[in-house]
């Protein structure tokens, strides 16, 4: 893609360990990308980072750093706001920092809003074509567990509610730094396409692969997914 049309945010949290082999792939298979990553890392985690983005010396990565853990949907907000500060960019990427995500992937998303323009594409785990890697049945039980009772609740005719790896147009991205929204978490990611599909915005899905992460342990646990049952409900309800 023609150099500054595309952004990258990546949410990160305690993620240095995975960040420099994500940035090369992204630099590999996205040319002429903008990388932003938001980071709400501890202070010695925020560090390595820091240490890391200065050692690839690029001029296209961009790190916000935060003081305090405010969740994954905040963090993506804060990155997209930041982007659109680039009146070159038109393509918005987000996804997740821990690998779990295929840069490779990017020519879906591309390929399909060429044939079909979307102003959100969401990468699924559950279509026909997709793949999850090295989970266990108990893991995947409990994600389609949660993403029936958001479809449910929500009624989006999607397949998947909660994955991170999404690309937004730049109207989307203009709509939602402008709208509030209930959520900070994961969540956001409900409530956002929630919103988009509320104002007649155009979502489509395509196929990806889930890879379970290699470094690290994951940020969300047992009272971010009660909050996020809770924020559903706020949601729809429009508390």
């Known amino acids: 893609m023609e150099k500054n049309k595309t952004a990258v945010i990546i949410p990160s949290y305690n993620e240095s360990a995975s960040l420099k082999i994500l940035v090369n792939k992204i630099f590999k ?37 935060r003081t305090k853990k405010l969740g994954r949907g905040s963090a993506v907000m804060e990155g997209l706001l930041k982007a659109l500060k680039n009146k070159k960019t038109r393509y918005f990427f987000e996804m997740d920092s821990d690998l779990s995500h295929k840069p490779e992937e990017f020519k879906l998303f591309i390929d399909k809003f060429k044939a079909e323009p979307s102003d959100l594409i969401i ?84 196929p990806t692969t889930f890879l379970e992460r290699r470094y690290g342990q994951s940020s969300v646990g047992p009272n971010e997914f009660i909050n996020a049952l809770v924020g559903v409900l706020k949601i729809k309800l429009d508390l």
């Open 29 to 65: 298979n996205l040319k002429g990308a903008k990388i932003i990553i938001v980071d709400d890392s501890p202070k010695k985690e925020n560090q390595r980072i820091k240490n890391l983005i200065k050692k690839l010396n690029n001029k296209d990565i961009q790190l916000i750093s």
């Open 123 to 206: 990468g699924s785990r559950y279509l026909k074509d997709s793949k999850l890697i090295n989970w266990s049945r108990k893991r995947i039980l409990f994600s389609k567990f949660i993403n029936i009772l958001l479809g449910l609740f929500l009624g989006l005719n999607i397949s998947d509610y909660t994955n991170g790896f999404r690309l937004y147009n730049r109207k989307a991205v203009e709509f939602l730094v402008k709208t509030k929204t209930k959520s900070k978490g994961f969540i956001l990611l409900s409530e956002t396409a929630f919103k988009l599909k509320q104002k007649g915005f155009k979502i489509s899905e395509v």
